[in-house]
């Protein structure tokens, strides 16, 4: 029986080793204004009252979480995530499947996303909670974009109704772990919480987010993430 009062909850993606920063540690471990990039992360994260608990999906390899877990309450919990991204989601999913009812809302953010901020996560909720599926917080393009093949333009792209994908994801509970489960099973790649529920038939909604909430892939954003946390967006 589903609640009067959906909860919500939260899942971190963290198993991934970040190749592209070319650093030694995992890009999510790397210092940022003075604590790691997942600390700043979280800290944005518990700032939304509203979410239950926290699932951070590791490597079963990582040997850095223990240091950074220990500032946190019991409100941060683990579990083991995947080599892709939808198998650490997914793990976070069967981890809250005990707690969560069906109808409740789960928050997926990127561990490399430290800069969202507590106004758009409260947009985002707010925009979805009467919804029966769930959306994205997304940015629309201003760039002209251009379609290539073998290094060659072979159009250029209507950027009317081109937008990034940020995160947080929000999604029904039941209805996400239902798409990622069938993903996986047909063999789909799925890149993001949205494509999965995409694949059912279901079109999520856009709530618009900031340009500050940017993902830190290359070392160069680390300066600029450095620069927004200061500014305290």
């Not at 500032?71 to 793990?91: D, I, P, W």
């Not at 994801?169 to 494509?195: C, H, N, P, W, Y």
Request: charged share 25%; glycine share 6%.
């Amino acid at each position: 029986m589903s609640r009067t009062a959906p909860r919500y909850w939260a899942i971190v993606p963290a198993a991934g080793i970040g190749s592209r920063m070319g650093a030694v540690l995992p890009k999510q471990y790397l210092q940022l204004a003075e604590k790691t990039v997942i600390e700043q992360t979280l800290l944005r994260l518990l700032s939304e009252k509203r979410l239950e608990t926290i699932v951070v999906a590791i490597s079963q390899n990582d040997t850095c979480w223990e240091s950074v877990k220990q500032n946190f309450s019991a409100r941060v919990q683990t579990t083991v995530g995947g080599r892709e991204r939808f198998e650490s989601v997914l793990s976070g999913l069967r981890y809250l499947a005990g707690q969560a009812d069906n109808n409740d809302w789960v928050l997926v953010h990127d561990a490399a996303r430290p800069c969202v901020t507590k106004k758009e996560i409260g947009r985002l909720i707010e925009r979805l909670k009467a919804d029966p599926v769930g959306g994205i917080l997304a940015l629309p393009v201003h760039d002209t974009l251009k379609k290539v093949q073998q290094g060659v333009v072979e159009s250029t792209l209507d950027r009317q109704t081109i937008w990034r994908a940020l995160t947080p994801q929000m999604f029904r509970f039941g209805l996400l772990k239902k798409a990622l489960e069938q993903a996986v099973e047909a063999g789909i790649a799925v890149t993001d919480e949205a494509s999965a529920i995409e694949s059912l038939g279901y079109k999520p909604k856009l709530v618009e987010g900031e340009p500050e909430n940017i993902k830190i892939t290359r070392p160069a954003d680390l300066a600029l993430a450095a620069f927004y946390l200061e500014k305290k967006v």
